[in-house]
């Protein structure tokens, strides 16, 4: 088992790295390969619309992107961490979704199909407040990814009610059911 995992938050060793990081350790003692990225360590140049992917398929920015492109291809599943900023993903995240768009160019437009994969899409979220609509935005985004990517959006893991930056360590129960999604994650 292959899984690409994606630290969406800025902050290091925060709610959702955490819930990241139970994940990716019960994947690994069951054998998987795990490949991590935090997008706070990577460059990422925001899209600018300007087009040339729907020619091409590819983008114009040479920065970290084409390669966790390379890696998505090539796992078997994507997990993705994030808080909640104003009711969505952080910039940072959100600049990665947004250059996703050379693959959706390539499939609509240049009819040249990607290596779709049939694996799962795990979201894993935390947000401060306990809302019955906190994670609305994020979940809308991350079901268009997941269509796009061929993947089968799973029961995310979505955590209210935790601010400051570690409080979900003491938390077994959320422990265990991130241990439960890794085992979920190699059933699939
Ligand atoms: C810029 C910013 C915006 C935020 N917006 C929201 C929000 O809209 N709703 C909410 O419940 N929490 C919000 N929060 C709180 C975070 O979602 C919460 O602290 C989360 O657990 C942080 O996860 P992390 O430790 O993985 O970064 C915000 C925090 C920041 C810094």
Request: proline share 5%.
């Amino acid at each position: 088992m292959k899984v690409l995992a994606i630290e969406g938050s800025p902050r290091q060793d925060g709610n959702s790295s955490l819930l990241l990081r139970w994940v990716t350790e019960s994947i690994s003692d069951m054998g998987g390969k795990v490949t991590r990225y935090c997008v706070r360590d990577l460059h990422i140049e925001p899209c600018i619309g300007c087009g040339e992917c729907d020619a091409t398929g590819v983008c114009v920015f040479e920065d970290d992107v084409a390669p966790i492109l390379d890696v998505i291809a090539d796992s078997d599943h994507l997990v993705i961490s994030t808080p909640v900023y104003f009711y969505h993903v952080p910039s940072q995240l959100k600049a990665f979704v947004d250059r996703l768009q050379p693959l959706w160019a390539m499939e609509a437009l240049l009819k040249k199909p990607w290596r779709r994969k049939r694996g799962g899409l795990l979201i894993l979220a935390t947000g401060a407040t306990k809302g019955e609509r906190l994670f609305e935005g994020i979940l809308l985004t991350m079901r268009c990814v997941s269509s796009l990517l061929g993947m089968t959006m799973m029961e995310p893991i979505l955590v209210k009610g935790v601010d400051a930056p570690g409080v979900i360590e003491g938390m077994n129960h959320i422990k265990e059911m991130a241990q439960e999604k890794a085992k979920e994650l190699a059933c699939f």
